[in-house]
């Protein structure tokens, strides 16, 4: 990914870079490009079943659910200065 492209990008999601975060994002980008790439030269990585973590892990830790009376939402949406009906109306971010 070159800088114009990183500029693009940024410019698309509404942030701005300053020189060096562009260099460091091209970097880190070539960087994950790089692994992409090791694991593509895996053998029969397209057999193999997407992990979404990698431990088999048994919680035992977690409280046990109790059921509460939660707020209403006009209760809820005291709190914020940008409510309409139900809602929380907020500024768009995207295209």
């Known amino acids: ?9 940024a410019a698309e999601i509404l ?3 300053t020189p060096e ?6 970097a880190e980008f070539a960087y994950f490009k790089e692994l992409a790439k090791l694991l ?3 053998p029969n990585i397209d057999e193999k079943e997407p992990m979404v973590f990698p431990f088999k892990v048994t919680q035992t830790y977690l409280k046990e659910d109790t059921p509460e009376e939660s707020p209403g939402a006009k ?14 109306v907020i500024p768009k971010v995207v295209k």
């Open 21 to 26: 975060e562009e260099a460091t994002f091209a």
């Open 40 to 42: 593509e030269a895996l």
């Open 1 to 9: 990914m070159n800088k114009e492209e990183i500029r693009k990008l």
């Open 75 to 88: 209760e809820i949406l005291k709190n914020s200065k940008n409510a309409k009906d139900t809602f929380v």
């Open 15 to 17: 942030i701005t870079l």
